[in-house]
């Protein structure tokens, strides 16, 4: 069965200093990969999307992800975080087939402090 | 470019009632999913349209329906409230299912 987990419920960074989200999932066949970040009382805006090739990529907002076959994992990086990243962070899963939902992590709560 | 629009923002309901939430999708795309996210969850799928019909469901009882009209706008219906019905529902749309999805920014339903 399909699943992604992200394992940090709630992570606390300081202004300007790096970020991992760490991903992984589980998926039969080949999966295509997402971040997804969520502001309080909004919806879900797209980061990045990994579907082939080069297993580094870049997103909107200064993030990066690479997605690591061997460790199932697709981990979110960002080298120096600004307080307005403070969101909640969901990695998804989905099929490269046309009607293949996608299934979400429980998300990561990320806190910025001064 | 619009983007995916949901209708309403908030509604509080009763149990057993019944509710009609309603998403339009981003200009020039066919296809719509509703997902439902409980309070501190990830989104779960419900169903996808397209078509105008159901083309594949999640793990959801026969109380949470759907349709999808020609203009490519759909409308997810949930008879009987329960209290574990309140969450975030959101719409997300994208050209024959194909990935990514974009999403909207989800109508809130408290069932009291």
């Known amino acids: 069965a399909q699943s992604v987990t992200q394992p940090d419920i709630h992570i606390t960074v300081s202004e300007g200093a790096s970020l991992e989200l760490r991903c992984n999932y589980s998926y039969g066949a080949t999966p295509y990969l997402f971040w997804y970040v969520q502001s309080p009382g909004q919806g879900l805006q797209l980061l990045l999307k990994?579907?082939?090739?080069?297993?580094l990529v870049q997103g909107i907002k200064g993030f990066e992800a690479e997605f690591k076959r061997s460790q199932s994992s697709f981990n979110l990086r960002k080298p120096s975080v600004h307080w307005s990243d403070a969101a909640e962070y969901f990695c998804?899963?989905?099929?490269?087939?046309?009607?293949?939902?996608?299934?979400f992590g429980k998300g990561t709560r990320l806190s910025v402090i001064a | 470019d619009a983007g995916v629009t949901q209708s309403p923002t908030h509604l509080i309901k009763t149990r057993g009632q019944q509710v009609t939430l309603r998403c339009s999708p981003k200009?020039?795309?066919?296809?719509v999913s509703w997902y439902q996210q409980a309070l501190g969850q990830g989104p779960q799928f419900i169903f996808q349209?397209?078509?105008?019909?159901?083309?594949q469901r999640g793990n959801f009882p026969d109380r949470f329906s759907g349709h999808q009209f020609p203009n490519y706008s759909s409308e997810l219906n949930v008879n009987a409230l329960l209290l574990g019905d309140s969450a975030l529902y959101l719409c997300a749309s994208s050209l024959k299912g194909e990935q990514p999805q974009h999403f909207g920014d989800g109508t809130r339903l408290s069932i009291l």
């Open positions: 990994y579907f082939s090739g080069d297993t």
């Open positions: 200009s020039g795309h066919d296809t």
């Open positions: 349209y397209y078509e105008e019909e159901e083309r």
């Open positions: 998804a899963v989905g099929g490269n087939s046309g009607n293949t939902p996608l299934v």
